[in-house]
Nanobody, 114 residues
Framework: VQLVESGGGLVQPGGSLRLSCAASGFTFSNFAVRWHRQAPGKEREWVAGISSTGGITNYQDSVKGRFTISRDNAKNTVYLQMNSLKPEDTAVYYC????????WGQGTQVTVSS
């Protein structure tokens, strides 16, 4: 079982990044997926979620209108499109697949700075 995040990096305020979370070793289409993040010195927080079919999405208030979560079950991948990035979005971003079991990736660093 593996979840591998990618797509993080350094971006200027106002910029965009697209994170990917690639799954393997389990029936990905049976799992809802959430993105979480953890900033230095802060607790991990939930950012966005998507249902197993992709029909339901939800977002933390601070990212609504800027972030979009989506999934491609044929590719076993979930995406987080992040636009209008702010310095306060700087964090390690983790994907989390949830069903009967709970799987986590290792995280990808996002740094928003000029």
């Amino acid at each position: 079982v593996q979840l591998v995040e990618s797509g993080g990096g350094l971006v200027q305020p106002g910029g965009s990044l697209r994170l990917s979370c690639a799954a393997s070793g389990f029936t990905f289409s049976n799992f809802a997926v959430r993105w979480h993040r953890q900033a230095p010195g802060k607790e991990r927080e939930w950012v966005a979620g998507i249902s197993s079919t992709g029909g339901i999405t939800n977002y933390q208030d601070s990212v609504k209108g800027r972030f979009t979560i989506s999934r491609d079950n044929a590719k076993n991948t979930v995406y987080l499109q992040m636009n209008s990035l702010k310095p306060e979005d700087t964090a390690v971003y983790y994907c989390n697949a949830i069903s009967r079991y709970d799987y986590w990736g290792q995280g990808t660093q996002v740094t928003v700075s000029s």
